[in-house]
């Protein structure tokens, strides 16, 4: 069985390429969120072993979903997505805990390995 991942990203054609790129290569995507609230809540009910985790969102912005979940499990792997590729956000995600960050539009390449290096 492949690893369990949880796709979190407003954008519904987002969520639906990194979808693609996973299930495509083995990935088990267990459920997808719209905003950092509900990510929060899918983590909790869900246990994945990752999660893609877009910066900019309503409700709730990625990078304090990213510290809602990482309060809640030290151990849970985040990967931050963004169009931005704003620096600090960036800074802010790593320092926050988040394993890596892969920049929109995505290239399955990059996704991909971001993914296998934070389940190693």
């Known amino acids: 069985m492949g690893k369990k991942i949880l796709i979190v990203d407003d954008a519904?054609?987002?969520r639906m390429m990194i979808k693609d790129i996973l299930s495509k290569n083995?990935?088990?995507?267990?459920?997808?969120?719209?905003?950092?609230?509900?990510a929060?809540?899918?983590y909790k009910e869900l246990s994945p072993d990752l999660v893609t985790m877009d910066i900019t969102m309503p409700e709730m912005d990625g990078i304090t979903a990213l510290k809602e979940i990482k309060k809640m499990s030290g151990e849970a792997k985040i990967?931050?997505?963004s169009a931005m590729g704003q620096q600090a956000m960036v800074i802010d995600a790593i320092q926050a805990g988040a394993k890596d960050f892969i920049v929109k539009p995505?290239?399955?390449?990059?996704v991909l390995e971001a993914i296998s290096k934070a389940l190693d």
């Open 79 to 81: 990967i931050m997505c």
């Open 40 to 42: 929060v809540e899918k």
């Open 106 to 110: 995505f290239q399955a390449d990059r």
């Open 26 to 38: 083995g990935y088990d995507v267990v459920g997808e969120a719209q905003d950092g609230a509900q």
């Open 12 to 14: 519904a054609f987002m």
